[in-house]
């Protein structure tokens, strides 16, 4: 029996999974260089495992290849991503310096 599933909702609740268990405890506090580390590894968790869920076929040695492209790119993508939302005048920065107890 062939089970179907959307491939981009799985993706959308890894991310949150990921981002939440690698970042959910940052704060204004949190040095940019963490933040963006802690970013960055999420992403590549992330590419990981959707490297290895879209598999298809025999795993064999392609499947490292994919693997740590999907782990630079999302990696890449997610630290880019937030070290501009924690920049001055981003979201995040916002976030925390309008947070009690934060920044």
Same mark, same amino acid.
């Given at each position: &029996?062939?089970?179907?599933? =959307? ?15 690698? &970042?959910?405890?940052? =704060?204004?506090?949190?040095? &940019? ?11 590549? &968790? ?58």
């Amino acid at each position: &029996m062939k089970v179907d599933w =959307d491939q981009d909702e799985l993706q959308a609740k890894l991310s949150d999974l990921f981002a939440s268990f690698f &970042m959910g405890d940052l =704060d204004g506090n949190t040095p &940019m260089n963490e933040v963006r580390a802690r970013a960055e590894l999420a992403g590549a &968790m992330l590419g990981r495992t959707l490297a290895v869920v879209q598999h298809e076929g025999p795993v064999e040695t392609d499947i490292a290849v994919t693997i740590r492209y999907f782990e630079q790119r999302f990696g890449k993508e997610i630290a880019d991503r937030i070290g501009s939302m924690g920049a001055p005048g981003g979201q995040l920065r916002d976030l925390w310096t309008n947070c009690p107890g934060s920044g």
